[in-house]
Each structure stands twice: as C-alpha cells, then as structure tokens.
C-alpha cells in the first residue's frame, strides 16, 4: 500500500526555527543563522514520532494519520531525508545529500528505544485510522487521529459516521454466497480491523467453482476495504517463518485459490488465529522474532486442501460455500458491477461490518449458519488421514518391512493420541496402503 501522508508540511514564517542557531549584529538584527545539526535531528524525530526497536530495525513513523511500519532502512531513510530536505530547503540551508544524510543518521542514533519503551501497537485494538479520523470500534465515536492511539496501518478514506444503506455492496456479495454466508463474511470483514485475534479465533475459506467471483469479491475486501494493508499467504505458506512474516501490522490475510495439495505443518496456522500464542517469523538478514497474529485469515478455493488434521486446528476452519449466482464471466470479467459504485458505499460498508462484527462479539456468538457447519464438517471428515500418517511415518526400506497389523496398531495409536474422532476399520487402512503403494507383509 503506498503510504498516505497526511502530515502538514512546515510553513514558512518569519520566527526563526529552533534548529537554527542564530547570530546578531549591534543593532540585535539577524546576521547569521546556521544549522544546529543535533536540535534538527531531534525536532524531525519529535515531529515523526520516529524510532526503531529490535524487532524492526527500519524503524516506526507516525506519519499524521497512523503509525507506518518501515519494512527495509532505505524506505524509512527516504521518508526521514524527504522531511529533512523540506525542512533544510524552506529556510536556505539545504547545501548537499551528504548533510541530509548526516541528519537521518543522527535521528537513528537518537530514537533506538530499549525494550521498556517499546510501543505495543495491540494495546489499542479497537482503535482504526480512517482519513476523517480513528474510529472507536467500540462505540461507533470518530476521534482526530493521534499518535498516542497506535494505530498501525490506516486506510485511505474515510468512515461513515451514521448508517446508510449500502445495496449495491449487498448485491455484489449475497450473488455470490446468499444472504446467510454474506452476513457471516461481512462480521469477519469487521473482525479484520480489531487488532486482536480474540475472541473467536476461526479462519474463513471460500469455497466454490472457478470463475464465479471468489477471487474478486476477495481483491476488493483486500485492496479497496483494507486500503491493500494484507499479506496474500496461501494456506500452505504458513509452515514458512520466511513468509509468515508478512502477517507483521496487516488487517488480513487474503490468500486466494489456494492449492489442494497436502499440507503437512498447520502449528503456525493454529498459533495465528490464536490471538494470544507467539510465534517465530523472519526477514532474511534480520534477527527471528516472534509476533502474535492479528491479520484476519480468508481465503479461497477451487478444491479444498488436505492438511493434517488434529482436534486443535478442527475448530478453527470455516468453509463458506458461493450460494448465490457468482457473477463474473468465462474470463473473470463482471458486467454486474461497477467498482466506482461499490467505492461509493465503501464508508457506509465499513461501518456496517464494523458494527455487526461488534454486535457478535458482545453476543460472544458468530451465529455460524447451518450449511457452513455442515460444509466444514464434511471436509475435515473428507481429510485423507490415511495418507497423512503413512507420508509421515513410512519410509522406504528394502531389507525390513514391518506387518500391516502392526502399521494399523500404529497408526490407530496416533489417530487417538491427536484427538480424533473418527475411526478407520482394518480393511480401509489395508486397502488405503495398497492404493498408494506402500509395502508390508501383509499387503506385499
């Protein structure tokens, strides 16, 4: 997303600015200002609210609408350099990028905060940074934005503040899901700008045909609603600390047509929708960290995956069939919408999602429609368990080759010991093994 900078640039004025140390003639008129290189870096800094911890060496900047995270130096250092230049160029004492550069080496020596000092940018979760002002989640109040409410990431317009009817928006997504399942997209929509998993922990994936307007309904929630303040992590992406990274001060998650294929390690899945367990991640040239996952999870999906099952991640996938008639054409174009309408009811939307996600959270109850249930149900049921435990624990050996009663013993073992409900007979376990080629001497 690019950053919105909404902080009034410097006027020019006759007072002479702190940062300049100033000379007077006998008659007390000015005759000679120079740059106090120290008080400049320090008014810049005050003025930014810049500082760099350990977790993020490219350093924090309040850019007068909301709290930026900088994701290399060279970003944060261009931000900080085009403010000194304005600064330097307003009073006639910009002379070379090397004394820029100076400067915003100085402001990076100033501002390393220790650990005590750190800002925690989940303290304030309901607080959201609209360009008319921060939203109070809570009571629906729009606030001057402020540094001190730590909103990391803002969006690019601005917040309704009374409630307007929104059909256009409605059409475009109960063609797709039907009134029930949009209803429930809508309260994790709102969820997305809570800064705290808590407290239904779930992940929401769109399941149904190709071409039918999954993926679009998903781009607009990502790039239009979340301002494109989202990592697009695939499912299977989660095994990856390299990738997981990009949850770091995102709204969302939008990984659409995620690939069916197997996956095996869902730990960082379960700990990101936990909204309270840690979890490693890291940039490659900076030091792991760990991180507690607010970005809400959505994705889609032609063909639903196969992952390891277990009873701690079972709770946590909703499956949300397209209900409705889909409308996007053969080659992913829609003659249905206009996007300019849609942006149009985008500050009532916004506040609408809001509002149901905060009604279902004071009824501590998402009221998860019947056909999701069931959806969700069939597909952990569907999982191919089998398949998993052998790709896990199987490896192939030409002198050995262990019974298949004891390979069955085995794996009922851990099917138990993971917490699973359902229950695969000696025969299917035999006749899944022979399918996929595995050998015993049993089935040799």
Known sequence: MAEIDTAPMPTVTNKVPSWLDVQYNEAGEINKTTVNVERLAEYVAMETHFYTDNNNLAGYLFNGQYWKRYKNVKQADNALS???????????????????????????????????????????PYMVSFTNGTLDMRTLEIKPNAPQYHALGGLDYPVSDKDLPTPKT??????????????????????????????FQNFVILYGKGGNGKGSALTYIGQQIYSGNVSELS??????????????????????????????????????????????????????????????????????????????????????????????????????????????????FTRKVIKLFMDAERAKTLNIPENVQKATAEWLKSADIVSQWLDEHTE????????????????????????????????????????????SSKCS
Not at 408 to 431: A, H, L
């Open 235 to 348: 499912l299977q992406a989660f095994g990856d600390k390299f990738k997981t990274v990009g949850l770091v001060g995102k709204y969302a998650n939008i990984g659409s047509d995620i690939p069916s294929y197997y996956m095996p390690n869902t730990e960082n899945l379960k700990l990101a929708v936990s909204g309270k367990e840690r979890f490693e991640v890291e940039s490659k040239g900076v030091q792991a960290f760990s991180i507690v996952n607010y970005a809400t999870l959505f994705f889609s999906a032609n063909d639903l995956p196969n992952i390891k099952r277990d009873s701690g991640l079972d709770r946590r996938p909703l499956v949300v069939t397209t209900q409705g008639k889909g409308f996007t054409t053969k080659d992913g174009k829609s003659d249905f919408f206009d996007e300019a309408e849609l942006l149009d009811e985008r500050p009532a």
């Open 170 to 199: 409605d059409e475009f997504f109960t063609r797709l899901l039907g009134d029930e399942n949009a209803e429930l997209l809508y309260k994790f929509i709102g969820y997305g700008f809570k800064r705290n998993y808590l407290p």
């Open 82 to 124: 085009s403010r000194v230049a304005t600064l330097l160029k307003q009073h006639k004492k910009l002379t070379s990028a090397k004394q820029v550069k100076n400067i915003v080496d100085l402001i990076r020596v100033i501002t390393v905060k220790d650990v005590a000092d750190y800002i925690d940018f989940t303290d304030k």
């Open 396 to 439: 192939e050996a030409k002198d050995r080759r262990p019974t298949a009663k004891y390979m069955y013993q085995q794996f009922s073992r851990d099917v138990e010991d993971m917490g699973m409900k359902e229950t695969i007979n000696r025969n299917t376990f035999y006749s899944r093994m022979e399918h996929l080629g595995i050998k």
